[in-house]
């Protein structure tokens, strides 16, 4: 089951504008990530935000992270045609001493027009 | 992609034939894990490791079987491969707790006809 789900499916901007993705979840969580996947190739880790923390930024991305509501966003400010990919969020959940494994939520398309 | 291979990067097999896919990492983290990925599914865990010998399973780890028998190496082998198994498969790498960002290889393509 999917811990993370994102929203939308599928977006499509032009260039220079803000791209928003949603991501919610069902369970606590200790951090939620953000990856990034160009077509055939492996994911990239963009950002992390631990659940005491409420915004971050790295760049042009801005998280936020609403434990509340269970859900976080990820802001792509002044697009270009590069940040078209998948993005992902990702949940943790330590168990034991056995590390931290990552649950997936499906992903949003964006496609970035130049 | 912090030193991480995977091979084969293609493979079509025919069903009922033994697979083994291979990651190897130059990084020396301590724990790796084994996904597929498919449309519709996003990334699913199948098995992880947190060390050598040390590992367990993941969301869909039924027909997999994994084995660590060195820091950089992880093996995920399908016994008897079927249609089902047909999918993307990525190794991925983290440091460990505190530090828990993971690190993707390129990807293996897997085709069971």
């Known amino acids: 089951s999917q811990q993370g789900e994102e929203d939308p499916q599928a977006l499509s901007i032009q260039e220079g504008e803000n791209a928003t993705m949603n991501c919610s979840y069902k369970?606590?969580?200790?951090?939620l990530q953000w990856y990034r996947q160009n077509s055939g190739r492996g994911l990239v880790h963009l950002i992390l935000?631990?659940?005491?923390?409420r915004e971050k930024h790295s760049g042009r991305l801005r998280v936020t992270l609403d434990t509340s509501k269970k859900s976080s966003s990820l802001l792509i400010t002044a697009s270009r045609a590069a940040d078209t990919a998948s993005y992902f969020c990702a949940t943790d959940a330590l168990r034991n001493n056995a590390g931290n494994m990552l649950t997936f939520g499906g992903g949003t398309r964006l496609m970035v027009k130049p | 992609d912090a030193g991480i291979t995977q091979s084969p990067r293609h493979k079509v097999t025919e069903t009922g034939t033994p697979v083994t896919l291979r990651c190897h990492q130059t990084?020396?983290?301590?724990?790796m894990y084994w996904y597929r990925q498919d449309p519709g599914h996003g990334l699913r865990l199948i098995h992880y490791s947190y060390g050598v010998k040390d590992t367990d399973k993941g969301e869909v780890s039924d027909g997999y079987s994994v084995s660590r028998s060195k820091t950089e190496d992880f093996l995920l082998t399908l016994e008897s491969a079927t249609s089902s198994q047909t999918s993307v498969y990525f190794c991925a790498i983290s440091p460990g707790q505190g530090a828990n960002e993971q690190y993707f290889g390129p990807g293996t393509r897997l085709t069971v006809t």
């Open positions: 369970t606590s969580i200790n951090n």
């Open positions: 935000i631990r659940s005491n923390e």
């Open positions: 990084e020396n983290h301590r724990y």
